[in-house]
């Protein structure tokens, strides 16, 4: 656990006008453009600002409505970096940019190639010590089994996502050894089957809302534990229960427009852990 939370970049995506009309939702509700433009602009200034994380913004593509949804494309952990095969066919382009950015960085590229697999980043959920993969209707077995063979140091577990986009429509990392999770019957019951395949023990903080319980969680210097959070205009039951998390510097970002086409906050950035060069 060690590290964990110790981010030193973050890959973002700017928002396509294609977004508003043909980003892929399971709602009719229509997207204010600008409106949307004006919460990512916020978001990523917290990232780079605020936080200090070094920001690299890849360029909005009108080919692809939902890119700005970042990280379904990868699943970085260490060095290493897995180029996904989304489970959308329309997102699957989306995955080049994220190739060559990654390699800029020089991270290690392992590339999904297996066309029986399918595979979402937001459907890994990792927590310092393991891998819990949502199969969803965007990831798979065979997408879990890759990942799998790719972070071998890691358990891998599956979890069925039966309602929800991802698993991380529900759940997220509120620090070393906290789930954050929603209070609906299905998240409560992923919860548990997620407990009950693990060897670590993890404390929960349940949250009244589950779309609330997807945080961006960070254990910068001289910022200490972090958390990205709905805020109380989106959520206001579950904006109290956030301040339960004492000794973290709590950030809402709102996040009203794209979660109109299912966005939710780690959606919109790859959080990767770059050592120094010795």
């Known amino acids: 656990m060690a590290g964990f939370g110790h981010y030193t970049h973050a890959i973002v995506r700017g928002i396509p ?102 595979l979402d980043g937001g459907d890994v959920l990792f927590t310092g010590q393991e891998f819990f993969v949502g199969l969803s209707k965007r990831t798979n077995q065979k997408g879990a089994e890759i990942l799998a063979d790719v972070f071998k140091d890691y358990a891998v577990s599956t979890v069925p996502v039966l309602q929800g986009l991802h698993l991380k429509s529900f759940c997220s990392m509120g620090g070393p050894g906290l789930i954050l999770i929603g209070s609906s019957e299905h998240a409560q019951k992923t919860l548990k089957i997620m407990q009950q395949m693990s060897d670590h023990r993890y404390d929960k903080l349940t949250l009244p809302d589950d779309a609330a319980a997807n945080c961006l969680y960070m254990n910068l210097p001289n910022k200490g534990h972090v958390l990205v959070h709905p805020t109380a205009e989106e959520y206001p039951e579950s904006a109290t229960v956030f301040d339960k998390l004492k000794d973290h510097m709590l950030i809402p970002v709102s996040n009203i427009e794209k979660t109109k086409v299912d966005g939710a906050l780690t959606c919109c950035s790859v959080l990767i852990t770059k050592r120094a060069n010795i």
């Open 17 to 118: 006008a294609s977004l508003a009309k043909e980003a892929l939702r399971s709602s009719q509700s229509e997207v204010d453009l600008a409106g949307a433009r004006k919460e990512h602009e916020a978001y990523v200034q917290v990232l780079g600002t605020r936080l200090g994380l070094e920001v690299v913004e890849l360029p909005a593509d009108e080919s692809l409505p939902d890119c700005v949804f970042v990280e379904d494309a990868v699943v970085v952990c260490g060095d290493t970096a897995l180029i996904t095969r989304p489970g959308a066919e329309s997102r699957r382009k989306e995955t080049e940019v994220m190739k060559a950015a990654l390699k800029n960085l020089n991270l290690n590229i392992v590339e999904m190639t297996d066309e029986n697999a399918t």
